[in-house]
Protein backbone atom coordinates (compact mmCIF):
# COMPACT_ATOMS: atom_id res chain seq x y z
CA UNK A 1 0.00 0.00 0.00
CA UNK A 2 1.26 3.20 -1.27
CA UNK A 3 0.17 6.52 -0.02
CA UNK A 4 1.26 9.97 -1.78
CA UNK A 5 0.72 13.03 0.22
CA UNK A 6 0.91 16.60 -0.89
CA UNK A 7 0.94 20.00 0.77
CA UNK A 8 1.83 23.75 -0.50
CA UNK A 9 -0.95 24.59 -2.47
CA UNK A 10 -2.48 27.96 -1.81
CA UNK A 11 -3.78 31.73 -3.68
CA UNK A 12 -0.75 33.82 -4.74
CA UNK A 13 -0.60 37.15 -6.79
CA UNK A 14 1.33 36.93 -10.35
CA UNK A 15 4.77 36.83 -10.44
CA UNK A 16 4.98 35.08 -6.97
CA UNK A 17 6.29 31.62 -5.95
CA UNK A 18 4.95 28.71 -4.46
CA UNK A 19 6.59 25.30 -3.24
CA UNK A 20 4.49 22.04 -3.16
CA UNK A 21 5.69 18.87 -1.49
CA UNK A 22 4.57 15.28 -2.13
CA UNK A 23 5.66 12.56 0.21
CA UNK A 24 5.28 9.37 -0.57
CA UNK A 25 4.71 6.24 2.53
CA UNK A 26 3.93 2.95 2.58
CA UNK A 27 5.34 -0.21 1.17
CA UNK A 28 7.82 1.38 -0.81
CA UNK A 29 11.48 -0.42 -1.87
CA UNK A 30 12.72 2.11 -4.97
CA UNK A 31 10.78 5.11 -6.35
CA UNK A 32 11.59 5.40 -9.63
CA UNK A 33 10.39 8.40 -10.97
CA UNK A 34 7.90 11.17 -9.04
CA UNK A 35 6.51 13.97 -11.02
CA UNK A 36 3.87 16.38 -10.90
CA UNK A 37 0.95 17.37 -13.10
CA UNK A 38 -2.31 19.60 -13.50
CA UNK A 39 -5.19 19.96 -14.48
CA UNK A 40 -7.30 23.59 -14.98
CA UNK A 41 -10.95 23.41 -14.57
CA UNK A 42 -12.38 21.90 -17.99
CA UNK A 43 -9.28 20.54 -19.41
CA UNK A 44 -7.45 17.44 -19.17
CA UNK A 45 -4.54 16.55 -16.73
CA UNK A 46 -1.20 17.93 -18.42
CA UNK A 47 2.41 17.07 -17.59
CA UNK A 48 4.00 19.54 -15.71
CA UNK A 49 7.51 18.43 -14.45
CA UNK A 50 9.34 14.26 -13.73
CA UNK A 51 12.34 13.20 -11.73
CA UNK A 52 13.79 10.10 -11.64
CA UNK A 53 15.77 8.03 -9.33
CA UNK A 54 19.08 8.99 -11.25
CA UNK A 55 17.60 12.47 -10.75
CA UNK A 56 17.08 12.66 -15.14
CA UNK A 57 14.75 15.71 -15.03
CA UNK A 58 12.26 17.05 -17.74
CA UNK A 59 9.33 20.10 -17.99
CA UNK A 60 6.67 20.80 -19.58
CA UNK A 61 7.84 24.02 -22.20
CA UNK A 62 4.87 25.93 -20.27
CA UNK A 63 7.04 25.57 -17.04
CA UNK A 64 10.26 25.46 -18.05
CA UNK A 65 12.56 28.20 -16.50
CA UNK A 66 10.38 28.71 -13.81
CA UNK A 67 9.63 25.74 -12.28
CA UNK A 68 11.68 23.46 -10.65
CA UNK A 69 11.39 19.96 -9.22
CA UNK A 70 13.66 17.51 -7.31
CA UNK A 71 13.65 15.25 -4.97
CA UNK A 72 14.55 14.07 -1.04
CA UNK A 73 15.38 9.91 -1.57
CA UNK A 74 15.85 9.71 1.95
CA UNK A 75 12.33 11.29 2.26
CA UNK A 76 10.48 9.58 -0.80
CA UNK A 77 9.51 13.35 -1.33
CA UNK A 78 9.39 15.15 -4.00
CA UNK A 79 8.72 19.29 -4.42
CA UNK A 80 7.77 21.84 -7.17
CA UNK A 81 9.10 25.20 -6.53
CA UNK A 82 7.10 27.33 -8.54
CA UNK A 83 8.50 30.67 -9.66
CA UNK A 84 7.55 33.46 -11.81
CA UNK A 85 3.34 32.10 -11.01
CA UNK A 86 1.25 33.16 -14.00
CA UNK A 87 -2.67 32.97 -14.15
CA UNK A 88 -2.73 30.14 -16.90
CA UNK A 89 -0.99 28.26 -13.80
CA UNK A 90 -3.75 28.04 -11.71
CA UNK A 91 -4.72 24.58 -11.68
CA UNK A 92 -4.74 21.03 -9.21
CA UNK A 93 -2.09 19.96 -9.34
CA UNK A 94 -1.42 15.99 -8.81
CA UNK A 95 1.60 14.59 -7.03
CA UNK A 96 2.29 11.38 -9.22
CA UNK A 97 5.32 8.10 -8.18
CA UNK A 98 6.06 4.88 -10.07
CA UNK A 99 6.74 2.80 -6.89
CA UNK A 100 8.55 -0.37 -6.70
CA UNK A 101 7.05 -2.29 -4.09
CA UNK A 102 7.56 -5.81 -3.01
CA UNK A 103 8.27 -7.32 -6.29
CA UNK A 104 5.72 -5.24 -8.09
CA UNK A 105 5.41 -1.84 -10.02
CA UNK A 106 2.91 0.60 -9.69
CA UNK A 107 1.96 3.61 -10.57
CA UNK A 108 0.39 6.78 -7.21
CA UNK A 109 -1.19 9.59 -7.61
CA UNK A 110 -1.96 11.72 -4.69
CA UNK A 111 -5.29 13.66 -4.22
CA UNK A 112 -4.04 17.32 -5.69
CA UNK A 113 -4.09 20.14 -4.33
CA UNK A 114 -5.45 23.72 -5.40
CA UNK A 115 -2.97 26.66 -6.75
CA UNK A 116 -4.99 29.45 -7.55
CA UNK A 117 -2.90 32.41 -9.09
CA UNK A 118 -4.85 35.84 -9.28
CA UNK A 119 -3.69 38.58 -11.41
Known amino acids: QVQLVESGGGLVQAGESLTLSCAAS????????MGWYRQAPGKQREYVATITDKSYINYADSVKGRFTISRDNAKNTVYLQMNSLKPEDTAVYYCNAGVVSLGDYGDYWGQGTQVTVSS
Open 26 to 33: GSIFSIAT
